[in-house]
């Protein structure tokens, strides 16, 4: 009779343990998707939740949201023999300034000097990195994009 009593009694602490670690396995994974659909959504407040669902309202969200602009780019290869394209014209406006190293250098320090604001960048870029990027709003002028040890490599810059 002991016997049996053990054993019922290990069965049903099995029994309790497995349930307690379901318990505790779902609340997580429940609180995990919420916190991702919150994340994903923008939104500090999570709607539509309910028992056996997690939904959130994605279009409210959306709508909460400030519109994103778009900023055209100018890509510039810096290669063994300086910059190209050597000129751009642009019109006012920011824009990304991109610039591909593949000048086979160890690193090149980019300046981005303007005839009136002097200094405008001065930028370490070593050789693993490869690219360097900035969004730029430029008044109207003309400005020059140098790597510092080579004074012949230049992209003269127009801004209308």
Known sequence: MRIRRKKVLRMSLFAAALLAATVVIVSAATRIHLRAMKDASGSNQLTNVTAGTNRTSLDEARVQRPARTKVEGELIALRPSGFEPKQINRPT???ALVVSNESQLSKVTILLKGDVAGLLRNVLVPHE???WSDVVDLP??????LEATHP???CNITIR
């Open 129 to 131: 990195k490869r690219n």
């Open 152 to 154: 012949g490599w230049v």
């Open 93 to 95: 406006g920011p824009f």
């Open 140 to 145: 109207p002028g003309n400005y020059q994009l």
